[in-house]
């Protein structure tokens, strides 16, 4: 079947219809787009310090630019895979290219915050659509030992594109602006737009199901309750009237979510899947990860640039003994998931990953950037050996219908660990922040500046704050400035391991062998 511009369709059941060269087209479609969705998570990290001092930002903003496109994307995910199954992933997938790459000019173009904000929230929803049919559309295309090989061909894109994150982030940032961190997606996004338009086959399912909006509002809803009360408790506190009523209308928002699910026929995330311990272990463990490690990553870039002083690219640079740790372990976790229990292997890693954790602790004034390669190595180590095995623990325990939603839940939880991960640790710094500098600017001629010095370090205006300060003083401030952001990131560092050591050991109680041989999809694609 030749696949003209006007996108014939083939159902799932012929897919195996579709042309050869085809087939390879549709992997570097799908490879492009991943690539540039996730190479546009990892560099924002780097580039979030020359965002906050160009668009004089404030720390919330920071979690914001991060957390608006985590929360869209975790909202997005399943609704958008309904919608793929019903008009053509080839068509969703299209819809979400063009929505992340227009986003992503809007993103560059940025003059506020706000709508920095807001155009983050836009590239979540193009990269939800993208996410959720990126798997489905290589699943239509290969089949057999093909399948396998385009799998694997996916999978490394996405290490690579973790991996060189930091390093195309910070150089793009260091030798032109971050506006480019955006505007470098514009061609490639352009290229997989014409790729999928010319040589991809459109697919769908005979089976699709009419997408649970009800669900999605409530999910939406209770989520962005959640996070956004975390956020204003770290510019309040906990006690505010504000964040109090905020958390209550998210609890109960996910309540009526619950009740939805649990009546609906075709429900967005179907509660039953819980019901088994290693899919429920997956998810815990997919949320651990990411609400631990991958929420510190923001902090640990911040403390490398507005603390030390190092560039975006110097950054990055040292960024990589983490993130070429866990690209090089993922490719040997990938040939011990055939001779190790996989519950071993993740439930291990996220233990190491909280020994990792815990070394990065114990950070003085005095401290240099070489104090966390020890903790950035161990925890590398732990999240390779959990990535690869952790989708099987969605897709290997369910029937191949129920695949694409156990696979969509996971990712969704990855994504809410993420988002109220950034969240909790913010709070949970800025009140140890202010705190810490108060307690050491106590009794010296800095005492009446510590709400001001606690502000500045929260807003990355150390520089500006320092000239303001008389010059016999500054030696004073700058062990004040290190030492309080130091003794706060010690706690959230402490907070992010103890979730990544109850995710351990959650994992390596639930997750069980016996669950993947009674499951029906063992080899189904994560949709």
Not at 200 to 227: M, Q
Not at 258 to 283: I, K, N, Q, S, W
Request: charged share 10%; with cysteine; hydrophobic share 55%.
């Amino acid at each position: 079947m030749t696949i003209e511009p006007t996108g014939k369709t083939v159902t799932a059941e012929r897919a195996d219809a579709t042309p050869a060269g085809t087939k390879w087209w549709t992997l570097v479609a799908v490879c492009l787009g991943t690539f540039m969705l996730l190479l546009d998570v990892t560099v924002v990290n780097v580039a979030l310090p020359a965002i906050q001092t160009e668009l004089h930002s404030t720390f919330a903003d920071l979690q914001w630019v991060v957390d608006a496109y985590a929360l869209t994307l975790a909202a997005f995910l399943l609704t958008s895979g309904s919608l793929a199954d019903m008009f053509g992933r080839r068509l969703l997938y299209m819809a979400g290219l063009a929505i992340f790459t227009a986003a992503s000019a809007l993103c560059g173009a940025a003059q506020s915050p706000l709508m920095l904000e807001l155009s983050r929230g836009l590239q979540g929803v193009g990269g939800a659509v993208m996410f959720s049919v990126s798997l489905a559309l290589l699943a239509s295309a290969f089949h057999g030992k093909e399948r396998g090989l385009a799998f694997g061909v996916w999978g490394a894109i996405t290490g690579v594109a973790v991996a060189i994150g930091p390093i195309v982030g910070g150089a793009l940032v260091s030798g032109l602006s971050w506006r480019w961190i955006f505007f470098v997606n514009l061609p490639v996004g352009a290229v997989a737009l014409a790729v999928t338009f010319y040589q991809v086959a459109e697919s769908r399912s005979d089976k699709a199901s009419r997408p649970d909006w009800a669900g999605f509002v409530l999910f939406t809803g209770g989520l962005v309750s959640i996070v956004y009360a975390l956020i204003e408790a770290g510019r309040t506190s906990f006690s505010s009237t504000t964040v109090i009523a905020t958390f209550a209308a998210g609890g109960v928002l996910l309540a009526g979510f619950l009740l939805v699910e649990a009546r609906l026929a075709h429900p967005m995330f179907d509660l039953r899947l819980f019901r088994l311990p290693t899919f429920t272990g997956g998810a815990v463990a997919a949320f651990g990860v990411s609400v631990s490690i991958f929420s510190v990553l923001l902090y640990l870039t911040i403390y490398l640039q507005d603390v030390l002083g190092y560039s975006a690219l110097q950054t990055g640079l040292r960024l990589l003994v983490l993130s070429g740790g866990i690209l090089a372990v993922s490719f040997l976790a990938g040939r011990l998931t055939a001779h190790v229990p996989i519950r071993f292997l993740i439930g291990l890693g996220l233990l190491a990953v909280g020994g990792g954790l815990m070394l990065m602790r114990g950070l003085s004034a005095t401290s240099g950037w070489t104090h966390l390669i020890p903790g950035m190595i161990l925890g590398g180590v732990g999240v390779g050996f959990i990535n690869p095995p952790l989708a099987s623990t969605a897709v290997g325990v369910v029937t191949q219908e129920q695949a694409g939603m156990a696979s969509g839940i996971n990712s969704t939880f990855r994504q809410m660990g993420i988002a109220t991960g950034i969240a909790l640790l913010g709070s949970v710094f800025t009140s140890r922040l202010s705190s810490s500098v108060a307690s050491l600017a106590s009794g010296t001629p800095l005492s009446g500046r510590s709400a001001a010095i606690a502000k500045a370090l929260e807003n990355g205006q150390v520089a500006t704050l320092f000239q303001k300060v008389p010059a016999a003083h500054r030696q004073l401030l700058n062990h004040v400035v290190k030492a309080s952001f130091t003794s706060s990131l010690d706690l959230i560092l402490l907070v992010a391991a103890i979730f990544a050591f109850a995710a351990g050991v959650l994992a390596l109680a639930l997750i069980r062998s016996r669950d993947f041989a009674s499951g029906a999809a063992h080899t189904a694609p994560a949709h």
